[in-house]
């Protein structure tokens, strides 16, 4: 498997930006795809975008067109991350960054992201 480390979240104004980071370590050639999920209060944890080994994006309608999301591959450890745009009110979330490959999946600790109006 891999160890997620993410980071980058914080406090931001609404319509303002932040960028997500997540730093995946060990197992990474098994790595198909990496994904960025939050999760708010009360509510279910949600997909929010997935970047497969060959660089295909898929993103939630909700957050199409204000987030993207990246990878790149470094030697010995891979890149993850999501730059968030023309945030909102209800972006605010804890996001998780978490990679799939056939075998397992991992999930990375988790970082708070919030918008004030």
């Known amino acids: 498997q891999v160890q997620l480390v993410e980071s980058g979240g914080g406090l931001v104004q609404a319509g303002g930006s932040l960028r997500l980071s997540c730093a995946a370590s060990?197992?990474?050639?098994?790595?198909?795809?990496m994904n960025w999920f939050r999760q708010a209060p009360g509510k279910q944890r949600e997909l929010v975008a997935t970047?497969?080994?060959?660089?295909?994006?898929?993103?939630a309608d909700s957050v199409k067109g204000r987030f993207t999301i990246s990878r790149d591959n470094a030697k010995n450890t891979v890149y993850l991350s999501l730059q968030m745009n023309s945030l909102k009110p209800e972006d605010t979330a804890v996001y998780y960054c978490?990679?799939?490959?056939?075998?397992?999946?991992?999930w990375g600790q988790g970082t708070q992201v919030t918008v004030s109006s």
């Open positions: 970047i497969t080994s060959g660089g295909n994006t898929a993103y």
């Open positions: 978490s990679a799939d490959a056939l075998a397992w999946s991992s």
């Open positions: 060990g197992s990474i050639f098994s790595i198909n795809a």
